[in-house]
């Protein structure tokens, strides 16, 4: 099978949309498909993939300036390259240029669409756009919703609560839920008690651990919080924090507000195959608070190392924690998730429990099981099924 995968984000930008797009690609190329990903460039990137992976020329955004937009000279030339170019399906993962472009080919070749909705895109315009009235611009992003579905075969969505939203919004058009899933043989690895060695940290210190895209929706503030709340009780506890993005002066600044400074360190982006995975292992538990995550990959990447987890449940973190038992959930407030949080440090016992349960719990979401589930749909649509294909291809839990 033959499949184009444009997108308006992808690495060296670091976040879960170009996380779940090569977990797609590599998994696809790996049982022999042809897989060629359309892309913004960035400058001075030199990735190379084990699929096809054109760049095309991209400006800044200015509310973003993480973020490219792919020149609109740059699509017309992918209109009209690929255009003459044989595909099976295309599976649109973004809904700005890289939609157009899975648009433009859906009219001109007649090849089905899918494309997946990953981002809670009503949630997080107010947080980019903050001097904008709030009402309008969530009213825009479900207006957007609706037109994107609209103009595709079939709509991916990676929990159900994320189809339930747009349920909400009125959107009808036939939908699967279908997981991102994770190449678990890529988190089997790991040394954290090197990566404590490597930076000052003794063996018995107690550590929590955090891995996101450092931007306010990701509610990074509370984490700080609950620390600010423990170090009395816990006075050697640490807080390590793998990421980067725009709220990183920001959240300094708020740690250094909280008192935090001896108990809060900033690693940055760090690399997945190597420094990452020893530090997530360097953690006594990982902590996530993001309410707006329509999946939550961390957290079964988490599983996958055996780190204890305390989270939030909400959206699609909700789905990811659902039955698991290497997880403690905790409430959406400082006081409470502190409250979890030290429940779980301060049992050496509870906290081996749930690191022996984390690799099983992650099973549910190999990418093995789930791609299985997306080859179906795809060749579905190469068929010409226009009926939904199935609204629930969650793993059973």
Not at 87 to 93: F, K, N, T
Request: with cysteine.
């Amino acid at each position: 099978m033959r499949l184009l995968m444009p997108t308006d984000v992808y690495f060296p930008r670091v976040n879960g949309v170009s996380s779940s797009i090569r977990g797609f690609a590599r998994e696809l190329v790996r049982r022999g498909h042809e897989v060629t990903v359309v892309a913004p460039e960035y400058a001075g990137d030199g990735h190379v993939e084990d699929f096809e992976l054109l760049r095309l020329p991209a400006r800044t955004i200015f509310f973003d300036p993480e973020d490219r937009l792919i020149r609109s000279s740059a699509l017309r030339g992918a209109k009209r390259s690929l255009v003459g170019r044989h595909w099976d399906v295309i599976h649109v993962h973004t809904p700005f240029q890289a939609h157009a472009l899975g648009v433009h080919l859906r009219r001109k070749l007649g090849v089905p669409v899918v494309e997946s909705y990953h981002t809670y895109f009503e949630q997080y315009v107010a947080h980019y756009m903050p001097r904008a009235p709030a009402t309008p611009l969530r009213s825009a992003a479900r207006s957007l919703s609706r037109r994107i579905c609209a103009a595709v075969d079939h709509v991916i969505v990676p929990s159900r609560e994320m189809s339930d939203v747009l349920d909400g919004y009125g959107i009808s058009a036939p939908r699967t839920i279908l997981p991102t899933g994770v190449d678990l043989r890529e988190f089997a690895t790991g040394d954290g008690a090197g990566f404590r060695r490597a930076h000052g940290i003794e063996p018995g210190r107690p550590v929590v651990v955090t891995v996101s895209r450092l931007s306010r929706e990701k509610n990074i503030d509370r984490l700080l919080e609950a620390v600010a709340l423990l170090r009395g009780e816990l006075p050697e506890l640490l807080f390590l924090v793998a990421g980067d993005g725009p709220d990183m002066p920001r959240l300094r600044a708020r740690t250094t507000e909280l008192g935090l400074d001896a108990h809060v360190r900033f690693f940055g982006n760090l690399d997945r195959r190597t420094t990452l995975l020893d530090f997530y292992r360097a953690g006594d538990v990982f902590a996530f608070a993001s309410p707006c995550e329509t999946q939550g990959l961390v957290l079964v990447e988490a599983m996958a190392l055996g780190v204890p987890i305390v989270s939030t449940a909400v959206m699609g973190t909700a789905t990811v924690l659902e039955g698991t038992r290497c997880a403690r959930i905790a409430p959406d407030d400082s006081a409470g998730f502190a409250s979890v949080l030290a429940s779980v440090l301060r049992d050496r016992e509870l906290r081996a429990e749930l690191a022996t349960a984390g690799p099983a719990d992650a099973q549910r979401w190999s990418a093995d099981a789930i791609m299985d589930r997306a080859v179906a749909l795809y060749e579905q649509l190469a068929a010409g099924a226009s009926a939904p294909v199935g609204r629930d291809l969650v793993p059973e839990t």
